[in-house]
């Protein structure tokens, strides 16, 4: 279990990034969901050791995370958000040398572990060419198989999605959904399909604060029954705004549409909407 208690952090520049955040998170995957700039990297980073909180404590089991950081790194698995590799090295040699680093100190038992990473990421045809050469998607993958070396029992993987193709978001995302259940996994992530095809937890941070926190599809239930969704002219959006509690305004085969959220049949040509984690996610970042 991963307790995170009144964690704040304000950068030299005096940007608060994170306010008082407060979390329990359990084994399984769970959704950290925020805007660009909520406080999502901030989080992650200084749950993987790399910078300190100025106040508040990170407990991972008996663990205190700003105290015991070595503890901690030999339990951990970091993709991070912007994931260097070395264009010049090959798949496998790079990951035997993390495994190295590791303390993989077994020739045999590195080989194993090396090549069966390799195949779980369906990377195995590809381990000899040089990670310079991999498309956004194998160098995500990789980033992967270096994560899970030493078995972790954290794994904090960090907007892993953003700049793949809906291919390799695919394939990612089902990679991740197989590691498993007996750790836990934080995705963090400004895409809500992520959380809602992968997550049985999450929670919302905006503007450095966590704004929800449950089950998704709990979530998406409490909404239903909720959601009105009508046709407009792109200049009557601000109407909608002003006379209705608006979720969002998007377009929808080239013309306006709003989405609100009202307690009853609003009529005004309303028609009701299935709930989804978008609106749960809109409703929460505004
Ligand atoms: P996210 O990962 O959700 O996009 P970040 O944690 O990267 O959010 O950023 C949260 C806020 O902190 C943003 O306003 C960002 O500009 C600011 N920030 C992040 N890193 C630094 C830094 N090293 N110095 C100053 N401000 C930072």
Redesign the pocket.
Known sequence: MLQITNLSKT???G?Q?LKDVTLNISNGMFGLL?P???????LMRTIATLQDADSGTIMFGDIDVSKQKQELRKVLGYLPQEFGVYPKVSAEEMLHYIARLKGIANDKERKELVKALLEQVNLYNHRSKSLGGYSGGMKQRFGIAQALIGNPKLIIVDEPTAGLDPAERLRFNNLLSEIGENIVVILSTHIVDDVSELCKDMAIIAGGKVVQRGNPEELVQGLENKVWSKRVGKDEVSHYQSEYKLILAKLSGGSMKVYINNDTDPGDGFKPEHATLEDIYFSNIS
């Open positions: 950068y030299p520049n940007v990034a925020g660009n700039g909520a406080g999502k990297s901030t």
